[in-house]
């Protein structure tokens, strides 16, 4: 059962704050399934613009949240060396039900749906409780950085 915590993301991902979006990750089903987490803090940088005194985190990075999960998950699970990168090839169906705010703890859930020439497609969902917030299919590679 793989699980990583941010240290060893940290150690599989190439970015850092404020662009890491993600805490903690489990494996929840060996080679299909697995959760991530994302604790919103008012801190997030983004908060000051978007929007002063209403601050809601952007749909684009619970997207790129949910691309996180999946190329750390992916990274750790093929051995994918530090010498390669994860580049988004495709996201569809794009849906968003609900606000994340400051205090929400977001929980992302990516199912591996194929894996062929390269190329990941997860369904991925992201829930706060038990609440779906956002929801999208995604598909990346890794490249030679």
Not at 9 to 23: A, G, K, N
Not at 25 to 47: A, C, M, S
Not at 109 to 132: C, D, H, M, N, P
């Amino acid at each position: 059962m793989l699980e990583l915590n941010i240290k060893e993301i940290m150690e599989v991902l190439p970015h850092r704050y404020p662009f890491l979006l993600v805490d903690r990750i489990e494996e929840v089903e060996d080679g299909r399934r697995v959760l991530g987490y994302k604790n919103v803090t008012i801190n997030e940088p983004f908060f000051q613009g978007h929007f002063p005194g209403h601050p809601i985190m952007p749909g684009v990075l619970i997207i790129e949240a949910m691309a996180q999960v999946g190329g750390a998950y992916v990274s750790v699970k093929d051995k994918i060396g530090d010498d390669r990168v994860t580049y988004f090839v495709g996201i569809d169906k794009a849906r968003f039900r609900k606000p994340v705010v400051p205090g929400d703890v977001l929980r992302i859930e990516l199912e591996l749906l194929s894996s062929r020439r390269g190329i990941y497609q997860f369904v991925g969902k992201a829930y706060v409780a038990e609440t779906l917030v956002a929801e999208a299919e995604l598909k990346a590679t890794f490249a030679d950085k």
